[in-house]
């Protein structure tokens, strides 16, 4: 079973920052918190992961709370062309990924 | 740099039969992993290969099988298909076991 719980869906106007929220209370130490995305009829896409700072790449920004029980992925001017659904997943290195079901965000025009 | 390839990307198969699906990784990349997705279940992991053996497996019936080749091309088969069967499957490269995974398009299966 997925070790996260995310909403089922999202809304959020274009042009705006787009935050995903992500909860991982049962997180231990040696898991790192990943995020993809997959867009419709695409496979998924790698978005970002960290284990305990905050991390910022070219498409999003990951924020992890002090005590790692949950985190939030933002995307900073999102356009309609990030509507998908947002998977958050837990897992230390080795280990497979569990998918959970994700929220789906709507980029609103 | 060329992506992760499947082939073939549509299939129709029926009830009974067997079919192999095939994953080229992304050149370099040593680890290969296949999903399926299906509306009902979401994402599911099948297996995880690197350098030729098995690391990981999920929760599926030993219907389900893969390799991967001295080349890091991995196969997966399905033997007696069944109508559950029909999904999306997808298979996923990296560049060893842990680091992120990068998604060929999918091999869309359906068995009648």
């Known amino acids: 079973d997925a070790k996260t719980t995310q909403p089922t869906s999202m809304d959020c106007a274009e042009g705006r920052a787009a935050n995903l929220p992500c909860n991982h209370s049962?997180?231990?130490?040696?898991?790192?918190v990943y995020w993809y995305r997959q867009i419709h009829s695409q496979g998924p896409q790698y978005i970002i992961h960290?284990?305990?700072n905050n991390e910022t790449n070219e498409m999003a920004s990951l924020i992890i709370t002090e005590d790692r029980k949950s985190s939030t992925l933002i995307l900073p001017h999102a356009t309609l062309r990030d509507t998908a659904v947002y998977y958050c997943?837990?897992?230390?290195?080795?280990?497979?990924?569990?998918f959970g079901k994700g929220t789906r965000l709507h980029i609103l025009p | 740099k060329a992506g992760v390839t499947q082939t073939p990307r549509y299939l129709i198969k029926t009830r009974g039969q067997q079919v192999t699906l095939s994953c080229s990784p992304i050149?370099?990349?040593?680890?290969v992993s296949w999903y399926q997705q299906t509306p009902g279940q979401g994402l599911q992991f099948l297996f995880e290969?690197?350098?030729?053996?098995?690391?990981n497996k999920g929760n599926f019936p030993g219907r389900f099988s893969g390799r991967q080749f001295s080349n890091s091309r991995s196969e997966m088969n399905v033997s007696t298909l069944e109508l559950g069967d029909s999904a999306l499957y997808l298979c996923?490269?990296?560049?060893?076991?842990?680091?992120?995974?990068?998604f060929g398009p999918g091999t869309r299966l359906t068995v009648l």
């Open positions: 290969y690197f350098s030729e053996t098995q690391r």
């Open positions: 996923a490269s990296s560049s060893g076991v842990g680091n992120e995974q990068f």
């Open positions: 997943i837990v897992r230390v290195e080795n280990d497979k990924i569990i």
């Open positions: 050149s370099g990349h040593r680890s």
């Open positions: 960290g284990l305990k």
């Open positions: 049962t997180i231990s130490g040696n898991e790192y």
